[in-house]
């Protein structure tokens, strides 16, 4: 149908428009059956993972107040906020990277049926079977993510403490980084174009990637609405892949 395929001029040339389009995608015919699966994965877990979190959030911050030099001490309305908020990103970073670990095979269907939708192609090896003979690379996939993951965040988390408003800027592009990693990585991946040449992708078109894993790293901590992001931010890669990074990888796959 003419209202499924790609159209000649893209969306915008902001990420965050295509997460807003993810939430008209999740709610199109056809799709939304695909939505359930990581809709429930993340509802569930997060909901297990928010009450924790609310235990330890005051033991945190005192904990991290009371380490800070004695000369910081007089920051502390300031830095208490900005903690809190590098807090809440870490805690959505890492909830997403279990979550999608576990999710990681539907939520790559989801991301297959939404191109499909888009550009009317379908993407070859896309079977039920093919996609269950897929799981361990795609597993694998997110085992390379993580792999990338832990070092750099480490080292990103040990500046977001030892650098005072500095270190927190450079820990929340961080996680904007990381974002637009984890849900674009999806069509990449179904491509079965590789890891290295994702991030070089994103790398070149810098303030798309950066936009959109923005919004989403945001939008993780606003409650309720972060039950659906999952779903919400693959539809919205997705849709991303398609106008902007789609023509120049399969160009390369090829």
Not at 4 to 31: C, E, V, W
Not at 74 to 91: D, G, M, R
Not at 101 to 120: D, Q, S
Not at 203 to 220: D, H, N, P, W
């Amino acid at each position: 149908m003419a209202s499924s395929q790609q159209s000649n001029q893209p969306l915008s040339h902001n990420g965050m428009a295509y997460f807003i389009r993810g939430f008209d995608l999740i709610t199109t015919k056809g799709l939304k059956r695909f939505v359930i699966i990581p809709v429930l994965a993340n509802l569930i877990l997060f909901s297990l993972a928010v009450m924790w979190l609310v235990d330890r959030m005051t033991v945190w911050m005192q904990g991290i107040m009371d380490w800070l030099p004695g000369y910081f001490q007089w920051l502390e309305y300031l830095l208490w906020p900005l903690f809190v908020v590098v807090i809440l990103l870490t805690f959505g970073l890492l909830f997403n990277t279990l979550t999608n670990w576990i999710a990681a095979p539907f939520n790559g269907l989801l991301a297959e049926k939404v191109e499909r939708h888009l550009t009317g192609q379908t993407i070859d090896d896309s079977g039920v079977l093919d996609i269950v003979k897929d799981t361990p690379r795609t597993l694998a996939r997110e085992f390379q993510k993580l792999l990338y993951f832990i070092p750099r965040a480490l080292g990103f988390f040990m500046l977001a403490l030892l650098l005072p408003v500095v270190g927190q800027i450079i820990w929340l592009c961080w996680t904007a980084w990381m974002m637009a990693v984890q849900y674009l990585d999806y069509p990449f991946d179904n491509h079965k174009l590789s890891f290295n040449h994702m991030r070089s992708q994103l790398g070149q078109q810098r303030g798309k990637s950066f936009s959109f894993g923005a919004i989403v790293a945001l939008v993780t901590m606003v409650p309720f609405i972060n039950f659906i992001v999952m779903p919400v931010a693959i539809c919205g890669a997705t849709a991303l892949w398609v106008d902007h990074y789609r023509e120049p990888s399969l160009r390369h796959k090829s």
